[in-house]
């Protein structure tokens, strides 16, 4: 069963910036289309970014020209470099495989934009 932890998240005041990192147990990482996810408090869980095993890269609208996506296949890792932090950023942001999630989520990593 694969693995996913996250890391990276912390508190940054509006416009900063954190890079997050998650990296994935297990082989056969190099095929699986990986995504962002966050989910604020009493929200549902939405997907951020996601990036095909070539490197094609989507972006949700609310984070296109801000947050930047990338995997290393070498170390099973998916990165998110995230740029000019809003308030409404802040969530707990978790990686897990697109469209169809692994069977367990990682306990994610909270991100906090606050002033």
């Known amino acids: 069963q694969v693995q996913l932890v996250e890391s990276g998240g912390g508190l940054v005041q509006p416009g900063g910036s954190l890079r997050l990192s998650c990296v994935a147990s297990g082989s056969g990482f190099r095929i699986y289309t990986m995504g962002w996810y966050r989910q604020a408090p009493g929200k549902q869980r939405e997907l951020v970014a996601h990036?095909?095993?070539?490197?094609?890269?989507k972006y949700a609208d609310s984070v296109k020209g801000r947050f930047t996506m990338s995997r290393d296949n070498a170390k099973n890792t998916v990165f998110l470099q995230m740029r000019s932090l809003r308030p409404e950023d802040m969530a707990v942001y978790y990686c897990n495989s697109y469209p169809t999630a692994f069977g367990s989520w990682g306990r994610g990593t909270q991100v906090t934009v606050s002033s």
């Open positions: 990036i095909t095993s070539s490197g094609n890269i």
